[in-house]
Nanobody, 124 residues
Framework: QVRLVESGGGLVQAGGSLRLSCLAS????????MGWFRQVPGKEREFVAS????????TYADSVKGRFTMSRDDAKNTVYLQMNSLKPQDTAVYYC?????????????????WGQGTQVTVSS
């Protein structure tokens, strides 16, 4: 059974950096992509970034392009989200997700497994 565990969230001042990690245990060869999403109370879950397990294709939301970088370590079954130049509007609970569906990218419904989330708070 797939289990996703995020870590690395916390409180940071605007302009600072954080690196989130997501350990994917129980991952199978069927896994196609990993994604990061975020959510604030009262709003829908928002796509942040995704990466394919095969190849180096990454996709980013316009709001984070040039500031966030998603990467993976195949040997550790771990994906990362390096977040630089953080802004107060980046404050949210960040979720890691895994998709088994070919072509999955930025839609939450394309993802089959979700982590419990990690809080990121950016103070102004």
């Amino acid at each position: 059974q797939v289990r996703l565990v995020e870590s690395g969230g916390g409180l940071v001042q605007a302009g600072g950096s954080l690196r989130l990690s997501c350990l994917a245990s129980g991952r199978t060869a069927r896994s196609y992509a990993m994604g990061w999403f975020r959510q604030v109370p009262g709003k829908e879950r928002e796509f942040v970034a995704s990466i394919k397990w095969r190849g180096d294709m990454t996709t980013y939301a316009d709001s984070v392009k040039g500031r966030f970088t998603m990467s993976r370590d195949d040997a550790k079954n771990t994906v990362y989200l390096q977040m630089n130049s953080l802004k107060p509007q980046d404050t949210a609970v960040y979720y890691c997700a895994e998709s088994l569906r070919f072509g999955a990218s930025s839609a939450a419904y394309e993802y089959d497994y979700w982590g419990q989330g990690t809080q990121v708070t950016v103070s102004s």
